[in-house]
């Protein structure tokens, strides 16, 4: 009689779990973790690091407003949000900048193309603010 499937994933399971204990560490362990900055007012529910050491990140623009204002009182075309949905981080500076996204970026995907420009799926644009 063969042995049910069940039995077998449980068994590599183990196999598994049992290699992964006795694994070496990984020879850049020892870093630790540090707060950049307290906020930077969005929840970034899409995150892009680009050429540039800058990360774009997108948070959805249907639910409600966000805690970051877009500059010069400019506001969402249509709309009367005039928060900012969209950040870019700059990395070296530790500085955020608002972006406006002129659509909604839920369930959303984006990729780099080669010559690092990002190219975000389903009807994304964005505005440089």
């Given at each position: 009689m063969a042995p049910?499937?069940?039995?077998v994933y449980h068994h590599l399971l183990f196999f598994f779990l049992v290699f992964l204990l006795h694994a070496q560490?990984?020879?850049a362990a020892g870093g630790s973790w540090s707060t950049l900055l307290p906020s930077i007012g969005i929840s970034a529910m899409h995150m892009q690091l680009?050429?540039?050491d800058r990360v774009v990140m997108y948070d959805r623009t249907d639910f409600g407003i966000s805690n970051i204002s877009l500059p010069n009182g400019k506001c969402r075309p249509n709309t009367t949000d005039c928060s900012a949905h969209s950040v870019?981080?700059?990395?070296?500076?530790n500085t955020v900048r608002p972006l406006m996204v002129l659509s909604n970026v839920w369930c959303s995907s984006g990729t780099l193309?080669?010559?690092g420009r990002l190219v975000r799926l389903a009807a994304l644009m964005m505005v440089i603010v």
């Amino acid at each position: 009689m063969a042995p049910s499937s069940t039995l077998v994933y449980h068994h590599l399971l183990f196999f598994f779990l049992v290699f992964l204990l006795h694994a070496q560490p990984c020879p850049a362990a020892g870093g630790s973790w540090s707060t950049l900055l307290p906020s930077i007012g969005i929840s970034a529910m899409h995150m892009q690091l680009l050429p540039n050491d800058r990360v774009v990140m997108y948070d959805r623009t249907d639910f409600g407003i966000s805690n970051i204002s877009l500059p010069n009182g400019k506001c969402r075309p249509n709309t009367t949000d005039c928060s900012a949905h969209s950040v870019e981080y700059d990395v070296a500076s530790n500085t955020v900048r608002p972006l406006m996204v002129l659509s909604n970026v839920w369930c959303s995907s984006g990729t780099l193309m080669p010559d690092g420009r990002l190219v975000r799926l389903a009807a994304l644009m964005m505005v440089i603010v």
